[in-house]
Nanobody
Framework: QVQLVESGGGLVQTGGSLRLSCVAS????????MGWYRRPPGNQRELVAT???????NYATSVKGRAAISRDNAGNTVYLQMNALKPDETAVYYC?????????WGQGTLVTVSS
C-alpha cells in the first residue's frame, strides 16, 4: 500500500503562483509514476500533470507552460508548481501514485483562485 499526503493548497489571487507537495509513504518502491489531478466544483477529476520514474513528464494542454511537476531524488515527494493561476482553476488538487496494484490517491488539497 501507498499513502499520500498533500500540502500547499490555499487561497491565491488570479495570476498568482503556488507550489503543492505530496509525500508518499509505505511501499514507495512499487511506484512507477506520480501525478497531480484536480476536481473543479461540479466537475469531474481531470489530469494536471504526471511524472514517471525516468523523469518523463506529461501535462494537460491547459497548463502547459504554466506548470512544472518534479520529484525529489528519493522519489517519495512530488511537487507541482503552478503559475499564472486562473479562477477556473479553483479545485481540489489530488496527488496520485501509480503502482502495479493500481492507483493510489491522496485526500486532496483545496486551491482557491480569487478573481
Amino acid at each position: 500500500q501507498v499513502q499520500l499526503v498533500e500540502s500547499g493548497g490555499g487561497l491565491v489571487q488570479t495570476g498568482g503562483s503556488l507550489r503543492l507537495s505530496c509525500v508518499a509513504s509505505g511501499n514507495i518502491r512499487s511506484i512507477n509514476a506520480m501525478g497531480w489531478y484536480r476536481r473543479p466544483p461540479g466537475n469531474q477529476r481531470e489530469l494536471v500533470a504526471t511524472i514517471a520514474n525516468g523523469g518523463f513528464t506529461n501535462y494537460a494542454t491547459s497548463v502547459k507552460g504554466r506548470a512544472a511537476i518534479s520529484r525529489d531524488n528519493a522519489g517519495n515527494t512530488v511537487y507541482l508548481q503552478m503559475n499564472a493561476l486562473k479562477p477556473d482553476e479553483t479545485a481540489v488538487y489530488y496527488c496520485a501514485a501509480f503502482t502495479p496494484d493500481g492507483t493510489h490517491w491522496g485526500q486532496g488539497t483545496l486551491v482557491t483562485v480569487s478573481s
